[in-house]
Nanobody, 126 residues
Framework: QVQLVESGGGLVQAGGSLRLSCTASGRTFSVYAMGWFRQAPGKEREFVGAINWSGSRTYTDSVKGRFTISRDNAKNTVYLQMNSLKPEDTAVYYC????????????????????WGQGTQVTVSS
């Protein structure tokens, strides 16, 4: 069972940047896709994006061009760099790990993620 620990959330003004980190332990990190989700108050959890084992990425439309997901396999860590933040980006952000290895980016859907971190709050003030 993989364990995920997020960090890096906080309060930022609109237009600012934050970088979230998620460190994994408990299984081989490099062969699994990693994803980021968010949940705003009163809303459903939303898929933000993901990066697969080869470094290919996919993003939801609302964050394209502003958010970047990267991974450092030597550190078992995935990152979410968030730029040009907007108040509507305010949410609890969760990282998640794919339940199966070697998945192509085209096969990544929200349902493939079976392990979750505890979440980190991101608040963007206007």
């Amino acid at each position: 069972q993989v364990q995920l620990v997020e960090s890096g959330g906080g309060l930022v003004q609109a237009g600012g940047s934050l970088r979230l980190s998620c460190t994994a332990s408990g299984r081989t990190f490099s062969v699994y896709a990693m994803g980021w989700f968010r949940q705003a108050p009163g809303k459903e959890r939303e898929f933000v994006g993901a990066i697969n084992w080869s470094g290919s990425r996919t993003y939801t439309d609302s964050v394209k061009g502003r958010f970047t997901i990267s991974r450092d396999n030597a550190k078992n860590t995935v990152y979410l760099q968030m730029n040009s933040l907007k108040p509507e980006d305010t949410a609890v952000y969760y990282c998640a790990a794919d339940s199966a290895p070697w998945r192509t980016v085209d096969a990544i859907t929200p349902d493939v993620f079976g392990s979750w971190g505890q979440g980190t709050q991101v608040t963007v003030s206007s």
